[in-house]
């Protein structure tokens, strides 16, 4: 079962609003990735989580905040959010995440946020 | 700064023809390479991956890599207008944690 989930599957949030993605999987995988996609671009890192501790942020702005709660749960706290952070919020997982180059990542179906 | 280099597209083919997809990279030490499908307003689906110089074969796809000279294709044979989608390629970055560098992606349009 190579399966990532994620809820919710669509959300509409204004700039006031606090809300939170949530994904989910039962591979035994222990990294997990939050990705942005704008429209016809590629799928753009934000978050790496190995073994449950944050190990990368790239530079994403503190309006995002994530969380690893345990091995199977990965969340992303939105908050203040901008128009401009509209777009797919995709999770993803993979075996392990530290220096392992043979490593295929899956993805989940994604979140399609909407920032009023 | 790592890249990975896609032609943007549109590949246009016929259905029933043979789709090559094309992908360079910059990063030497880059040890696996991904193939991801994307369909409009779907996630990436990982199709194919390739570790080894040579040709991979799944079904209608093989993936082909040649790390001197940083390249890796992909070849959709009898190619179906369900092929149609954005195939983006995905290398692994050599240095620190496990992470994918993405191509802008190819579109691939099969015509009936």
């Known amino acids: 079962d190579t399966e990532v989930t994620q809820t919710p599957k669509h959300l509409v949030m204004g700039m006031t609003n606090k809300k939170s993605l949530k994904c989910e999987q039962h591979?035994?995988?222990?990294?997990m990735y939050w990705y942005k996609q704008k429209a016809k671009k590629p799928p753009e890192l934000m978050f790496v989580?190995?073994?449950?501790?944050?190990?990368i942020n790239e530079s994403v702005p503190s309006r995002f905040s994530p969380e690893c709660p345990n091995s199977s749960l990965l969340n992303l706290h939105l908050h203040a959010l901008q128009p401009e952070d509209s777009a797919l919020y995709l999770c993803?997982?993979?075996?392990?995440?530290?220096?392992?180059?043979?490593?295929?990542?899956?993805f989940g179906p994604g979140t399609r946020l909407t920032v009023l | 700064q790592k890249e990975v280099e896609q032609n943007s597209g549109p590949l246009s083919v016929p259905e029933g023809a043979i789709a090559s997809l094309n992908c360079t990279y910059s990063d030497r030490g880059s040890q696996s390479f991904f193939w991801y499908r994307q369909y409009s307003g779907k996630s990436p689906e990982l199709i194919m991956f390739i570790y080894s110089n040579g040709d991979k074969e799944d079904g209608r796809f093989t993936a082909q890599l040649n790390k001197a000279s940083q390249y890796v294709s992909l070849l959709i044979r009898d190619s179906q207008p369900s092929d149609s989608a954005t195939y983006l390629c995905a290398v692994n970055n050599s240095s620190g944690y496990s992470t994918l560098t993405f191509g802008k992606g190819t579109m691939l349009l099969v015509s009936p």
């Open positions: 989580y190995s073994y449950e501790k944050l190990s």
């Open positions: 591979m035994g995988h222990r990294a």
């Open positions: 993803a997982s993979s075996e392990g995440g530290q220096a392992i180059p043979y490593n295929e990542q899956f």
